[in-house]
């Protein structure tokens, strides 16, 4: 079945860095573009990094640009989002998911890991 796992969160001090990952499995990763988001308690979930099917593009919201960049390894089935320079208001669950680019735009989410960024 189709499983999109993520890992890597955890609490860090501002400044300091995490990197997650997401490993997918249950799908042809190569033909889904993949994106992180994120959700704080009581806000609503917002995207984070999205990153094309072979990895030739990429887009960040503001709140993140120059410090978090996403990648993927389609051999691993895996996409990752580097968090540097982390701020508390970077706090929130880091969701990944998966977006089918022909047919029916098919969309897959993971449970979530939590960051936490504070002293």
């Known amino acids: 079945q189709v499983q999109l796992v993520e890992s890597g969160g955890g609490l860090v001090q501002p400044g300091g860095s995490l990197r997650l990952s997401c490993a997918a499995s249950g799908f042809t990763f190569s033909n889904y573009a993949m994106s992180w988001y994120r959700q704080a308690p009581g806000k609503e979930r917002e995207l984070v990094a999205a990153?094309?099917?072979?990895?030739?593009?990429?887009n960040y919201a503001d709140s993140v640009k120059g410090r978090f960049t996403i990648s993927r390894d389609n051999a691993k089935n895996t996409v990752y989002l580097q968090m540097t320079s982390l701020k508390p208001e970077d706090t929130a669950a880091y969701y990944c998911?998966?977006?089918?680019?022909?047919?029916?735009?098919?969309?897959?989410w993971g449970q979530g890991t939590q960051v936490t960024v504070s002293s």
């Open positions: 990153i094309t099917n072979t990895g030739a593009r990429t």
């Open positions: 998911k998966a977006k089918q680019l022909a047919g029916w735009g098919y969309e897959y």
